[in-house]
């Protein structure tokens, strides 16, 4: 498990990096924080709906982060890029 998170990791970390190579720094800054961010929000919340409502609301909570995650990748990642006039 900690191999594949490092891997998948530094995977990111170098596609954050590549999409604007002039300013590598604020992109590993930015790329930080959402990371840190995310794994303390995951970290704080887990344990709140465990208490809550056991493991299924856990398995609720966790579908519907999954579920954000995949609405920002299709309306926000993945939409479709525009030409760029001239080129």
């Given at each position: 498990?900690?191999?594949?998170?490092?891997v998948?990791?530094s995977?990111?970390?170098?596609r954050?990096?590549?999409?604007n190579?002039?300013?590598?720094?604020?992109?590993?800054?930015?790329f930080?924080v959402?990371l840190f961010?995310?794994g303390?929000?995951g970290a704080?919340?887990?344990?709140?709906?465990?208490?809550?409502g056991?493991?299924?609301?856990v398995a609720l909570?966790?579908?519907?982060?999954?579920?954000?995650?995949?609405?920002?990748?299709?309306?926000?990642?993945?939409r479709?890029?525009?030409?760029?006039a001239?080129?």
């Amino acid at each position: 498990v900690t191999l594949g998170n490092q891997v998948s990791q530094s995977a990111n970390q170098l596609r954050g990096l590549s999409a604007n190579p002039t300013a590598s720094a604020a992109a590993n800054t930015v790329f930080m924080v959402l990371l840190f961010t995310g794994g303390s929000l995951g970290a704080y919340l887990g344990p709140l709906a465990y208490f809550a409502g056991g493991m299924p609301l856990v398995a609720l909570e966790t579908s519907g982060f999954m579920l954000a995650s995949l609405l920002t990748w299709c309306f926000v990642v993945h939409r479709p890029r525009r030409a760029v006039a001239g080129s």
